[in-house]
């Protein structure tokens, strides 16, 4: 009886602990779409809808938009990742 007590507690508390870090990564993704829509109404970029992005479309943006190009080859390069 113990044991299955143990077990159950600890299943719980891993099953929270997965849920916590779930709906911190959620919180991110959020964030990190909403700086990229930001910048993308900045560069003029429209029709781009960031649910049709993947993850790894959105690092690399990320990316470019940090980078140290100007406005017209951050535009270009974005658009290339959008088209992949």
């Known amino acids: 009886m113990k044991r299955t007590l ?10 929270f602990a997965g849920a916590t870090t779930a709906v911190a990564m959620g919180e991110q993704l959020t964030m990190l779409e909403a ?12 029709d781009i809808g960031m649910g049709d992005l993947t993850l790894g479309q ?19 390069r974005i658009m290339a990742i959008v088209d992949r």
């Open 6 to 15: 143990i077990a159950v507690t600890t299943a719980a508390a891993l099953s």
């Open 58 to 76: 959105l690092a690399l943006i990320k990316n470019v938009i940090e980078s140290e190009d100007n406005t017209q080859e951050k535009r270009r």
């Open 35 to 46: 700086a990229i829509d930001s910048e993308f109404q900045r560069l003029g970029i429209q």
